[in-house]
Every structure is written in C-alpha cells, then in structure tokens.
C-alpha cells in the first residue's frame, strides 16, 4: 500500500472503532458520562506521541502535507484515539487494554513501511511509548470515567495541558518562524535570569489554582470534570481565571525571549478564546450551579488582580500562646491584618491541636450550594493561608509554601527550626475537647 492510503488508514480504523463504541454506550444511555475521560485521554496520548517523536527520531515518516513535528496528524490521531478514546468508551480494565496495545503496536508497526521506516532503537521508542505515554492514557481516561483518584487525574490533566502549551503549540509557533528552543535562551546571564524570576512569578499562581480547585473544590481545570464547590480561595481571592492569566502571561514571556510573532499572535488567540468562550462558559454554567457565583464574580475581575483578597467567609487561624515561637508568629500575622481572620488561642480549640490550624467553615459539595468551599489547613500550610488574605505580594509566599511537595519541604524545615507539633495537654487547655 501506499503511503498517503496507509495515513489515511491509521486513522479510519481506530476512528470507526471509536464510532462503534460510542454508538454502543449511546444505545446503553451512558455515553456523556465517558466523553471527558475519552477526550482528555486522547490529548494526553496525542501529545505525548507527538512529543516523544519529535524529541527522539526513533521512527521516520514518509513527509506528507499534514506532518506535526515529523508525525502525520493522520498517524497521530489514530494512535491516540486507539489509545485514549476506544478504551475510555468501550470500558474494561485498564491493564487487560495496554497489553493488547502493546501486542497491536508490536504486530502492526513493523508492517507500516513505506508510512513508516524504523530505526535500530524504535522498539526503545515503543516501549517509551507504552510506559510513559499510553499507560497514563489509559488511567486518565478510566479515573475521568469512573470519578477516581482525583489527585492523578489532576497531575495528568496538568501533563496534558502542559504539553499542549507550553510544549506542542510553542514549538509548531518557533518553527512557523524559523527559531527554536534554543532561541528562547540565547541572551545573556542576567537577561535569562530576569525571563526565569517572571516565570517563576508566573508560574506559582497558576499551579497554585490548579491544587485549590483540587484540594478545596474537588475537581479539576478541565470543564467537564469540574470542582464539586465553589472555590473563591487561594488565586481564585484575587482573579477569577488565574490559570488562563498565568497562561497568556508564559506565552507572552516566550515570545518575548524568542522574539516570534508566531507566538505573539497566539498570545492574541489566547485572550479572545478567554473572552469568547471561556468567559461566556463560567457565566452560564457556574452561574447556574452555583448561586453565590454572582457575588463572587462582581467582586473579583478576570484579568487585573484585587490588591487585597476576596474574603466572603471569615476564617479562624488558631495559635498556641504558650509556646513563645508561636505566639511571635501569631503576633507577626495579627500586625499584618489579614481580612477577614480571627486570631485565636490554639488552648481554647473546641479539638485538641498540635500545630497551627487554619479553618472556614464552606458550604456542602453540589449543585445547591451558595457559597464557597470549606478550608482545613496545618502547620506551615496553615501561615500560608493566613498570608494569602493579607495581599497580593503576600499572597504569593502563601501560595508558594503550599504548592504540593514542596509545602511538606517547608514543613520538614519548620519542624527542625522548632516550629513541629506542640502537645498542649489538659493542663494548658481551657475547653474540653
């Protein structure tokens, strides 16, 4: 066979598969509930092949007019729906799926020539493949499926959003215009160092929104797998699209750095996407979800951040007066006026506590719910939320120490400064637990 019949046939066939699987969980009536996991698991295969190909050159394609980044989009697109939408929609287990895809990719691939000339390491490039890409496809799309594992979902979710920005669409924009990675960090020292500090002032806010709409609101960014509750914390005091900002803002750093109009321009299609779709989609469904949208919304804009944060509910930070390290630092806090918190001594909690603990009472999880989430939070993680109601530069420290992993490093070097847990003990509690 030819090479554009064999592009053209490694995507008809896993599409018409899909198509069956689909039709068949339409006729059971439970095809909606799987459309977000078969999605989001064909743009985590999809980019992930697109990526891995480009990086590696571990397989050759014939050149076609729909190559992306030396793969045919044909090709790519089959792959990823075999991948990522089949297994979603038809159900089953995910290990049983991976090794039939395995034994599939082995048995076809070989047979692909002319579309495909394989090097003296592609079976490496398989494997890569079959560990690093279509395994986490498959538990993206099962966990999506099945309401599970919210915090994998979270970090794959993360994977493929990542790719797709900050990887696939940069790339296809350098190359549009002659430039490369490279070119992003072709300047001098201090020049790399001030683009570095942006991101980073960039980036913290963004993954910062990502862990409250899964530590507070119980969901994820992508709109079909949304949080259970209204989450009006964290980023969300100060913007009400944190993680659309933080990412115009990264792509307007690079093409800053490489000087692409490529990427100036997508910049461009990024802020009216935000406006068109984006903003008329929070209106209408959250909105309609959650009645106390509305107020949040007057109060808090999309794309200049409030100087002093959001704060609907009140909040408690409770702090032990009898150990003098943590009294200074509630002292320290209460100079700082965070709206909205109460200050109270850790001796006085209606439960026993050993660290410092942080509190707002929310509204329950559903449709019904007026207000925003509750919050919980401990130790370090507990001053950073109390910093993150004082202001926006604060704020930013606040969302740094709790960003996951490194909250529990900040913990470990708070706890060996003389900042772990205290026991109170009945003596020096005035309520009873």
Known sequence: MSASLLRNLSLLLPLLAVAGAALARHHRGDLRPRVAGAVLATL????????????????????????????????????????????????GRPVLWWLALAWADLLLVPRMAPLVELGPHWLVGEGLLLVAVAAPALALGHATVHRRRLGLRVALQGVVFTGLVGGVAPTLALAHDGLGWADVVDHPLPVRVALLVAAVLVGVPTLAAVAELWRVGGGTPFPWDPPERLVTTGPYAYLHNPMQVGAVLLLLLLAAAAASPTLALGVVVAVVFSEAVAERHERMVLGARWPGHAAYRAAVRGWLPRRRPYAADPATLWVSQSCGLCRSTGDAVRLLA???????????????????????????????????????????????????????????????????????GV???????????????????????
């Not at 990526?51 to 590696?56: D, F, G, N, S, Y």
């Not at 919050?375 to 910093?387: C, D, I, K, N, Q």
């Open 338 to 408: 965070p709206r909205g918190v109460a200050l109270r001594p850790a001796e006085e909690a209606p439960v026993t506590l050993t660290r410092m603990r942080f509190s707002i009472v929310g509204e329950p999880a559903g449709p019904v719910a007026g207000g925003g989430a509750g919050v919980e939070e401990r130790g370090v993680a507990a001053l950073g939320r109390a910093l993150e109601r004082v202001s926006l530069p604060w704020a930013w420290l606040g969302w740094l120490v709790r960003l996951p992993l490194v909250d529990r």
């Open 44 to 91: 985590l295969a999809w980019t992930g092949v697109v990526l891995v190909e480009a990086a590696t050159g571990w397989w050759s394609f014939a050149p076609g007019p729909t190559t992306v980044l030396g793969l045919p989009f044909e090709t790519g697109l089959g792959w990823a729906l075999a991948w990522g939408a089949l297994p979603a929609l038809a159900g």
């Open 411 to 433: 913990q470990a070097v708070a706890d060996a400064c003389g900042l772990g847990p205290r026991d109170l003990g009945p003596a020096l509690r005035t309520v009873a637990p």
